[in-house]
């Protein structure tokens, strides 16, 4: 979620910079929640919604709806629903943003081939959807470094995110996420003495 925030960030920076109005801070926080539903219990409800829809249902039911629309479009598989090809140029830029930094996000930086690659080599059965769906995703990256002005080489992170977890932190923010909901991310602790930080 980290790498996703700060691609997103570079993204909407470069696109407020090319002159088009962009919502950085709403771009920034719908991407470092994009995969919130991954958070969820086994057995919650919101589960069976499916990935991308489940987040979004979350955040609407916890009062954040302005969010909800920003992360819905993002899981690869929305690549292959009617419309997709519209959605690449017609949809708000945040959700642009959003989708296609977590296309090019895993631990690091990464190409969309590499990001195709790895999900093709994880779910060959799904090879022909992923194809069509990285043809979707192709066009979204062309029109989108097209639109804020850059090469998708160019493409990088704005790193922010520890360091505001950090100043959250020192601030007297507590970490209330229990580490048995959140696999796979580390629980921050607030430190005892926030001048410590």
């Known amino acids: 979620m980290k790498v996703v925030a700060e691609v997103a960030s570079f993204l909407a920076h470069r696109a407020s910079r090319a002159g088009l109005a962009v919502d950085r801070?709403?771009?920034?926080?719908?991407?470092?929640?994009?995969?919130?539903?991954?958070?969820?219990?086994?057995?919650?409800?919101l589960r069976e919604l499916g990935h991308g829809a489940a987040g979004a249902a979350w955040l609407r039911e916890?009062?954040?709806?302005?969010?909800?629309?920003?992360?819905?479009?993002?899981?690869?598989?929305?690549?292959?629903?009617?419309?997709?090809?519209s959605?690449?140029?017609?949809?708000?830029?945040?959700?642009?943003?959003v989708t296609y930094a977590d296309k090019?996000?895993?631990?690091?930086?990464?190409?969309?081939?590499?990001?195709?690659?790895?999900?093709?080599?994880?779910?060959?059965?799904?090879?022909?959807?992923?194809?069509?769906?990285?043809?979707?995703?192709?066009?979204?990256?062309?029109t989108l470094c097209t639109a804020i002005g850059i090469e998708a080489t160019d493409v990088e992170r704005?790193?922010?995110?520890?360091?505001?977890?950090?100043?959250a932190f020192a601030a007297g923010v507590p970490d209330q996420r229990p580490a048995e909901?959140?696999?796979?991310?580390?629980?921050?602790?607030a430190p005892a003495d926030p001048s410590a930080a």
């Open 104 to 142: 090019r996000a895993t631990q690091r930086v990464v190409s969309l081939e590499q990001r195709f690659d790895r999900w093709e080599r994880k779910h060959p059965d799904y090879r022909e959807r992923l194809d069509r769906a990285f043809r979707v995703a192709r066009r979204l990256e062309d």
């Open 181 to 189: 909901s959140v696999v796979g991310l580390p629980v921050f602790e």
């Open 87 to 97: 959605w690449v140029t017609d949809a708000p830029i945040e959700e642009r943003i």
């Open 158 to 167: 704005l790193r922010w995110v520890d360091d505001a977890m950090s100043r």
């Open 25 to 45: 801070r709403l771009a920034e926080t719908a991407a470092l929640l994009h995969d919130v539903d991954k958070a969820l219990p086994q057995d919650h409800p």
């Open 62 to 85: 916890h009062g954040h709806a302005e969010l909800a629309r920003t992360l819905i479009a993002h899981p690869v598989t929305r690549f292959t629903d009617p419309g997709a090809e």
